[in-house]
């Protein structure tokens, strides 16, 4: 079983910045796919960004391309979301999700059903 543990979320004005942290249990973080989704009322659970085992590769929504950095540091079973530049449409609730099958690096990592681990998330309000 695996725990993920959201935090950093909170109140911005447009053009600042946050970085959302988020805390995993279990030994064998290194083998984790990890991934960032998030989700207004009323919406299906929008992909943000994702990264493989050792932080090499990552895919990123268009929507966040150029101002979301996702990054991880195994050391410390955490994984990051640096935002910069946001908007008021970035106001979502954001999830951390985790996949522990240790499957190769792939688009599948963009949706939903890739991942079997999900946190609580953490709420992103941007005012303009």
């Known amino acids: 079983q695996v725990q993920l543990v959201e935090s950093g979320g909170g109140l911005v004005q447009a053009g600042g910045s946050l970085r959302l942290s988020c805390a995993a249990s279990g030994r064998t973080f290194s083998r984790y796919t990890m991934g960032w989704f998030r989700q207004t009322p009323g919406k299906e659970r929008e992909f943000v960004a994702a990264?493989?085992?050792?932080?090499?590769?990552?895919y990123y929504g268009d929507s966040v391309k150029g101002r979301f950095t996702i990054s991880r540091d195994n050391a410390k079973n955490t994984v990051y979301l640096q935002m910069d530049s946001l908007k008021p449409e970035d106001t979502a609730v954001y999830f951390c999700?985790?996949?522990?099958?240790?499957?190769?690096?792939?688009?599948?990592?963009?949706?939903?059903?890739?991942?079997?681990?999900w946190g609580q998330g953490t709420q992103v309000t941007v005012s303009s």
């Open positions: 990264i493989s085992f050792s932080g090499g590769s990552t």
């Open positions: 999700a985790a996949d522990s099958s240790a499957r190769y690096f792939s688009t599948r990592y963009q949706f939903p059903d890739g991942y079997n681990y």
